[in-house]
């Protein structure tokens, strides 16, 4: 059986990849390309799920041996892909590694459509956002790709208008052009959303994020985004390096991926709340780059 070695997306192995640049990458491709193993990684539910995709039926009768690695940050995780120190990364969403692309002016594909967690809006103090009071105090992620992501649902839920060329990658408050409630934003560390919500009248905190701190963005959320085409630069995928996405072994992950007893485990596990996307990829990817 082939082995095949996953990088899920974001969590803890810092210390290990945080240093690393592109010397020896050619190297370090060729090796990853020859050993038999896939390389991929990701972070916390993410890297749960990969570990059960590693140890099931359906990449045994692929004929994929799975070994996932948890590397702490977004921009380490897609670092890794881009040095060939991991063949492929799941964590992120489609606007996510837009912005990663442009800002490193590199150029990570994606192979594959996975999921959509919903972001939420929760409060501790209101029971909708009608109730919002003048001036109540917002919290948003401090990363560009859910600080946009999070006024994209402000708008969504009508407490705010967006300016028409509003990047959903980049965006910030600079870009809202009406905000009819005058609340005042500030930026925070996304994962510390849960923990803060007293303090704060409003914040849109992602689902991992919020599955962390014991939230279900269906149960609690005061609002949440739909799981349509007009949050498709939301659903997450499955990255590669760009010359590689038609490699047959890194193709079989989104396959697996989207196995029926895969995803009765996923749906189960994490109580609906990852909900599967299973979307041609050309054409997600080319109506967001």
């Not at 095949?4 to 050619?26: D, E, H, Q, R, T």
């Not at 009608?130 to 407490?159: F, H, I, K, M, Y």
């Not at 609002?223 to 996405?245: C, P, S, T, W």
Request: charge should be negative; include cysteine.
């Amino acid at each position: 059986m082939k082995k095949i070695s996953l990088y899920i997306g974001a969590a803890s192995v810092v210390l290990l990849l945080g240093a690393c640049g592109n010397s020896g990458s050619a190297e370090q491709d060729s090796t990853q390309q020859n050993d038999g193993v896939v390389h991929i990684s990701s972070v916390d539910s993410d890297a749960e799920v990969w570990d059960h995709i590693a140890n099931s039926d359906a990449a045994q009768e692929a004929g994929l041996e799975i070994e996932v690695t948890e590397i702490t940050g977004g921009t380490q995780s897609n670092n890794a892909v881009t040095d060939g120190d991991v063949d492929a990364n799941a964590f992120q969403s489609i606007e996510y590694l837009k912005s990663y692309n442009e800002e490193s002016e590199t150029n990570l594909i994606p192979i594959a459509t996975t999921y959509m967690e919903p972001m939420g809006l929760y409060s501790d103090k209101y029971d909708s956002v009608e109730d919002l009071p003048n001036g109540a105090q917002v919290a948003l992620a401090d990363n560009p790709a859910n600080t946009a992501r999070g006024l994209r649902l402000l708008e969504s839920a009508g407490l705010i208008t967006l300016e028409e060329d509003f990047d959903d990658g980049l965006g910030t408050p600079d870009d809202i052009a009406e905000n009819p409630k005058n609340l005042e934003f500030s930026l925070i560390d996304d994962l510390t959303g849960p923990r803060v919500l007293s303090d704060l009248d409003l914040i849109p905190i992602s689902n991992t994020v919020a599955l962390e701190g014991g939230l279900n963005v269906l149960e609690d959320a005061i609002y949440h985004e739909e799981v349509n085409d007009d949050n498709k630069g939301n659903f997450n995928i499955i990255a590669v390096q760009e010359g590689r996405e038609d490699e047959e072994d890194l193709q079989k992950l989104g396959e697996i991926y989207h196995d029926p007893e895969i995803q009765e485990y996923i749906d189960e596990e994490f109580e609906g709340t990852k909900v599967e996307v299973d979307e041609s990829i050309d054409e997600v990817w080319g109506g967001i780059k």
